[in-house]
């Protein structure tokens, strides 16, 4: 079985500039989180979607959103980057809304330059 | 606020067993997970505590101690593959997620 699922691996943005980042959950999991890490720190909780809504944001400014399609899958967006946004943008997803255990995608190396 | 404390670093000699340590300090507490994250590598689950106890699943278990706000990951056996970055988590209000300051194992031979 297919696991979580990112894309793309790695991405350069200048300052300014918007991104979208993508995940698709692993076959038949219906929550998707999104985190962000730091070299060296531990994953930061951005927004957790659970049947297309959202049921869950962390403390990150309005510039980040996300959203979840019919068929799970998610997208995470980043406008007006700035060098701080520079990590590693890990999707997780689970079965259901308590999210003790997450699957978590390979994740997406952003360089905000 | 919230916050998981755990020790940065900790070695081990292969073969050995070691305690990573986690101290929280929350609200609606709703146990505690366990994560595996080696270098370059995603989170991969190992255990949840939703219960005081010990729960054991090879040579990894868990435990927890809700009075004293404190739970560990135990490593029998350990292996030079063990060598990673360790993170507890607990959910809040079952969609909320808050990983710990993370524990770097070293195993060495």
């Known amino acids: 079985d297919a696991g979580v699922t990112q894309s793309p691996t790695h991405l350069i943005k200048t300052r300014g500039q918007h991104v979208t980042l993508r995940c698709s959950p692993i076959s038949g999991h219906k929550s998707v989180s999104w985190y962000q890490q730091v070299l060296g720190q531990g994953p930061q909780f951005i927004f957790q979607?659970?049947?297309?809504?959202?049921?869950g944001r962390g403390n990150f400014p309005d510039r980040f959103s996300a959203r979840q399609f019919p068929n799970y899958s998610s997208e995470l967006n980043v406008n007006a980057l700035l060098l701080g946004d520079s990590a590693l943008y890990l999707c997780?997803?689970?079965?259901?809304?308590?999210?003790?255990?997450?699957?978590f995608g390979p994740g997406t190396r952003l360089t905000v330059t | 606020g919230q916050s998981l404390e755990q020790p940065s670093e900790v070695t081990a000699v292969e073969g050995a067993i070691v305690q990573i340590n986690c101290t929280y300090q929350t609200s609606g507490f709703y146990g505690l997970s366990w994560y595996q994250q080696h270098d370059g590598g995603a989170p991969t689950f190992l255990s949840y505590?939703?219960?005081?106890g010990l729960e054991e699943t090879g040579r990894f278990s868990s435990f927890l101690s809700r009075s004293d706000s404190y739970g560990y990951l135990l490593l029998q056996e350990l292996q030079m593959k063990d060598s990673a970055s360790y993170f507890c988590?607990?959910?809040?209000?079952?969609?909320?997620?808050?990983f710990g300051t993370g524990t770097k194992l070293q195993v060495i031979p």
């Open positions: 988590a607990w959910g809040e209000g079952y969609q909320k997620v808050t």
């Open positions: 979607y659970y049947e297309k809504e959202e049921r």
């Open positions: 997780a997803s689970s079965t259901g809304t308590f999210a003790y255990e997450q699957y």
């Open positions: 505590n939703a219960l005081d």
